[in-house]
């Protein structure tokens, strides 16, 4: 193959990784999801903000690296596609490159076509370089090491070693440490195959170690003051305890945990798959049933073969498969994300491995065209597999519609505006705002939120009121135009903090409210925060409404407490009645005391009366 033919070959594989990474956003993924939003709106803003830290507490715990460079993307294009996924884009796109440089430094131009072909295309790839989180960001800063280690090893006898490439090399490594805690098993890949040399590559061994030395030192001293930083906070890994099962359950003597996660990692290129729906079609195998039979057959190669270069993919590949054999869920292509380069060379080297012995066991068949054929089949195969299944199947399965506010999204592209838009959702947490803000074009919205079970919202306005299907009786999502509302014209009970109680009954089990803000309402400052916030944040809402069921006597009973709408959304002149169903007592009750309450103080807001409370008569 000329040098030529090479360079289109190759250059036309990262082009299509790129095509396929930047198109059709508003498909798939099908809204934004928790975590990138968290990432984007809340953990890189940290650094927007000038915050710049070696590693955030935020969301049980995040290296800094991926953050800096995504201020950068916010920076440039704000917060949508570009803003928030651009650097997931770019580090996918380079991954496919890098994936082509190292695969023919260790082996040749077809093998690395074949394996740069199927990261362009696969699932794998495509799902994490097209979300705006930090795991594609470490196959970048490990296939950049690996590449500069093997520049780094001589290729011939009476060639010398490059000190300096394996520096580099260990400075790269080094860096991956700040981008995903899946860096941590890098320097044991080199750890254990500098232990394969010292039994089995005596020669090659002498001449190397003290580069590999260097690599490893110089990883450590740049990796250093994070270890020093985590060690000073260790709370703020919550997240690596989170997913430890399996070891927990071994340290207590029951192994069946980790049995059972090494049959299903095992098995995740050939039959089965990550369950985790945010991340795969549950139980989706990487590859297809021919890529599966190749992937293993590439493995039974290097395993015959013994060679360096095959025997460091193989320990690449099981260090990166360990985390899902020791964290959950099992086969996590998130936690093996360390395995997704060596997981596409071994079917490309199967395929050379047959090519170069039908050239030399028959003659009579052509090997190049063989390989090919074998070439244009497998690919195309999971490039069908890959585009479909991300595009089609992933995005309709109902529950990744639900993560991803797909019902919100799709309703925000039919919404003539801006407008007011009222949302529906269970206000556990607000990236359902968010969601529909970044789904919404242009600027002007006006977005409250309010849950369906407990209140509705009435606007002096004309809007648009959208309701998810996850909250719709028949489960489809619903789409409702209202004409806004005359303001009641009744003053009611002001509350210090805005709110005024303008009508309370209690009818057997159930109390209805209707309250307004005719100028606004004054509350506490409740920032973003990141899912889940930092140990040291206070997710509690600040507002509530209490219902105290009373005796004769005025001693408390029972209480429920209950808030329909979150009141951060609501403008001047809205107003909303909520209806909730008490926790009746078996005794004679007199009254049902109604009023406002901070749960992250548990103070009493008063009325301007100066009261705390309104008594309604049971």
């Not at 089995?200 to 030192?217: E, K, N, S, T």
């Not at 809205?574 to 548990?602: K, M, S």
């Not at 009493?604 to 309104?614: A, D, K, Y």
Request: aromatic share 10%; net charge negative; proline share 7%.
């Amino acid at each position: 193959m000329s040098r030529r033919t090479e360079w289109m070959l190759a250059v036309g594989v990262v082009l299509l990784a790129l095509l396929l990474r930047v198109v059709g956003h508003q498909h798939a993924p099908n809204g934004w999801r928790d975590d990138e939003l968290s990432n984007a709106l809340v953990v890189s803003q940290h650094v927007l903000n000038g915050e710049i830290r070696l590693y955030y507490d935020d969301a049980s715990g995040h290296e800094g690296l991926y953050h800096w460079l995504q201020a950068g993307t916010m920076a440039l294009f704000g917060p949508g596609v570009w803003g928030i996924r651009g650097v997931s884009i770019l580090a996918g796109t380079a991954s496919v490159a890098l994936t082509y440089a190292l695969t023919r430094r260790l082996y040749d131009v077809p093998t690395a076509l074949i394996a740069a072909l199927l990261l362009a295309v696969s699932f794998w790839g495509l799902m994490y370089s097209r979300s705006g989180q930090r795991h594609v960001l470490v196959t970048v800063t490990t296939l950049t090491s690996f590449l500069l280690l093997w520049q780094a090893m001589p290729s011939a006898e009476n060639e010398e070693p490059d000190p300096r490439l394996f520096a580099l090399a260990g400075a790269a490594m080094g860096l991956g440490f700040y981008t995903y805690f899946a860096s941590r098993g890098v320097p044991l890949i080199v750890l254990a195959w500098g232990g394969y040399l010292a039994v089995w590559q005596r020669d090659l061994f002498r001449r190397v170690w003290r580069g590999l030395a260097l690599m490893l030192g110089t990883a450590f001293l740049l990796a250093l003051p994070l270890m020093v930083t985590l060690a000073q906070q260790p709370e703020a890994e919550a997240r690596v305890a989170e997913l430890a099962k399996p070891i927990y359950d071994a340290r207590d003597g029951d192994f069946s945990t980790v049995a059972a996660y090494t049959r299903i990692t095992l098995s995740m290129f050939t039959h089965d798959g990550d369950s985790e729906v945010l991340y795969n079609v549950p139980g989706r195998p990487v590859f297809g049933v021919f890529g599966g039979i190749l992937f293993w057959a590439g493995v039974l190669v290097a395993l015959r073969t013994f060679e360096p270069r095959a025997m460091f993919l193989l320990l690449w590949l099981g260090a990166g498969l360990a985390p899902g054999v020791l964290s959950v869920p099992a086969a996590s292509l998130g936690h093996n994300i360390l395995a997704q380069t060596p997981a596409m060379i071994m079917p490309a080297l199967a395929l050379r491995s047959g090519a170069e012995w039908l050239s030399t066991h028959r003659p009579q068949i052509n090997g190049s065209g063989f390989l090919l054929g074998a070439t244009l089949l497998l690919g195309g195969w999971e490039a069908g597999r890959g585009i479909y299944d991300y595009w089609i199947r992933w995005p309709a399965d109902g529950f990744n519609r639900v993560l991803h506010h797909s019902d919100l999204h799709e309703a925000a592209q039919i919404i003539d505006g801006p407008q007011d838009v009222v949302i529906a959702g269970f206000l556990n947490e607000r990236w359902d705002q968010q969601a529909m803000r970044l789904s919404l074009p242009g600027e002007g919205w006006r977005i409250r939120a309010f849950d369906p079970r407990l209140a509705e919202l009435i606007l002096t306005k004309p809007h648009v009121v959208v309701v998810p299907g996850y909250l719709a009786a028949d489960g489809s999502p619903r789409i409702r135009y209202v004409p806004g509302s005359e303001f009641p014209a009744a003053e009611g009970i002001p509350f210090s903090n805005g709110l005024h109680l303008l009508t309370a009954s209690v009818r057997g089990a159930s109390a209805t409210t209707l309250w307004c803000t005719p100028e606004g309402i004054d509350l506490p400052p409740y920032p973003l925060l990141s899912k889940p916030p930092a140990p040291d944040e206070d997710a509690t809402p600040r507002l509530r409404i209490f219902h105290h069921i009373v005796d004769e006597t005025g001693a408390f009973i029972t209480a429920t407490d209950a808030l329909g709408v979150d009141p951060y959304t609501l403008f001047p002149g809205d107003c909303f009645r909520q209806t909730v169903t008490l926790d009746r007592p078996p005794q004679p009750t007199e009254a049902v005391i109604i009023g406002l309450y901070d749960p992250a103080t548990g103070m009493r807001i008063e009325t301007v009366g100066g009261l705390t409370g309104v008594a309604v008569e049971d």
